[in-house]
């Protein structure tokens, strides 16, 4: 196949480019970099199935030749960048998605759209089923993203059943691993430089909220499965191990050698979800899905990038 990936320098583009290259695809990652990293694509630089362009996916997209398929993955993806980049997040929700579909449309290619567990807002239900609605605040500062990306799966949806294209949509849960970004802002970045620090971890409210963590290995074998699926309704992919955040602080500690203990500070987010994990029935039924890498296993891998790459930074000694 040929494949173009927006979003192709992020955390989650640069793991799908490496598995597409590995299987013998070639690939073309798109992104303008406002929160992606070429360092994070760099080892692919010269190879012969890979090309990087630097491009607005809220521009107009052109591409020569023929494709095979588009994983719209762009977008700012934490709530550190999405309240520095509300316009930008919106845009490249709405618009953005409008022009990937389009381009898919015209080389008839598959589209994939990388939405998020956050559809599901501060949900009511719990796990989360892909059936439900989700309880979203449209105008609270996180609904820049939330509804960004509900309105992408509504766009999707609509080029489906009035283009006929062929639409992926996989709803991603909390996910880890080397490549995240250091001021990423959420859980496992803060955590894991505050322990390699020797500081008390910083947990927000009473450390109750529940997340699910999985990681990159498995989403990206979750989202290279869906895209091969005939499947068009939204798939969650995650892990269902649901931890609270004051239990994950203690792996984290305790993986580290972090003898600073935790923090506990005032709750930070406002609609910040209380709990959140995936109802994985139809990933299992549909793709034969399942997570494999466990939280240990994947923070073993994760941590030593981190260290690194502070290190290589000058902030850690």
């Not at 929700?93 to 589209?111: I, M, P």
């Amino acid at each position: 196949m040929r494949v173009l990936i927006t979003g192709g320098a992020g955390f989650l583009g640069s793991h799908l480019s490496d598995r597409f290259i590995a299987e013998g695809h070639t690939v073309i990652a798109m992104d303008n970099l406002i929160t992606g990293n070429a360092q994070n694509i760099a080892h692919l630089f010269g190879h012969e199935r890979f090309r990087f362009m630097k491009h607005d996916v809220t521009d107009y997209i052109h591409i020569d030749g023929a494709l095979d398929a588009v994983l719209h993955f762009a977008s700012p993806a934490s709530p550190v960048d999405y309240l520095e980049l509300p316009i930008q997040t919106l845009k490249v929700g709405a618009l953005g998605t409008h022009k990937a579909l389009g381009l898919a449309k015209e080389k008839n290619a598959r589209f994939l759209l990388a939405s998020t567990s956050e559809v599901y807002g501060d949900p009511q239900i719990h796990p989360q089923p892909e059936s439900y609605y989700g309880h979203v605040n449209p105008i609270g500062p996180r609904g820049v993203y939330d509804e960004a990306k509900r309105f992408a799966e509504a766009m999707t949806m609509a080029y489906h059943r009035s283009h006929g294209v062929q639409t992926r949509i996989v709803r991603i849960f909390n996910t880890y691993g080397p490549r995240m970004r250091l001021r990423d802002g959420r859980v496992v970045p803060n955590f894991i430089q505050q322990a390699l620090r020797h500081e008390p971890i910083t947990v927000y409210g009473d450390g109750s909220q529940t997340r699910s963590f999985q990681y990159v290995s498995d989403l990206v074998e979750g989202v290279y499965r869906l895209l091969q699926s005939d499947y068009s309704d939204p798939v969650n992919i995650g892990n269902p191990q649901e931890r609270t955040i004051l239990q994950f602080a203690e792996v984290i500690n305790e993986l580290t050698g972090n003898p600073a203990g935790v923090v506990k500070q005032d709750m930070r987010t406002q609609d910040d979800p209380q709990v959140r994990q995936p109802d994985i029935t139809r990933a299992g039924q549909i793709l034969g899905w399942a997570p494999r890498v466990s939280l240990q296993e994947g923070l073993q891998q994760t941590i030593p990038w981190f260290r690194n790459e502070l290190i290589t930074r000058g902030e850690l000694a």
